[in-house]
């Protein structure tokens, strides 16, 4: 099946998560996965990541810079879970760190500035 016939649900419905308290959250539905990848679409772990890391953020602070890194393929048949550090929370600027995980293994890292 193209990718584009996959999407049978809004982009806003793919991109639902949900708290799993502690900083760590889930993907409601299974990533979506192009005809020509080993894996999950990467951007949509990239949007997942920056919307879980904006819940950990405090103001109204937009995010200014996302550095992205993918170590290996996301699963395509499972939730992804995604688990934010903290790394500096200020009154102007707030840094994130990403971590999305498959079955037990790190697929990709965010870096995130707000």
Known sequence: MEFSKSLNRS?????????????????VRKPLKPVVAAGAYGGHLVGQSMMVASETVEGPLLCVAHYCTFIRP???????????????????????????????????????VF
Do not use: C, H, T, W
């Open 11 to 27: 982009f806003p419905d793919y991109m639902k998560f949900v708290s799993l308290g502690n900083d760590e959250f889930q993907s």
């Open 74 to 112: 996301g699963p395509v048949d499972i939730p992804i879970r995604y688990r934010v550090e903290r790394i500096n929370s200020g009154r102007n600027f707030a840094i994130r760190a990403v971590y999305a995980y498959g079955v037990e293994k790190l697929g990709e890292l965010s870096k995130i």
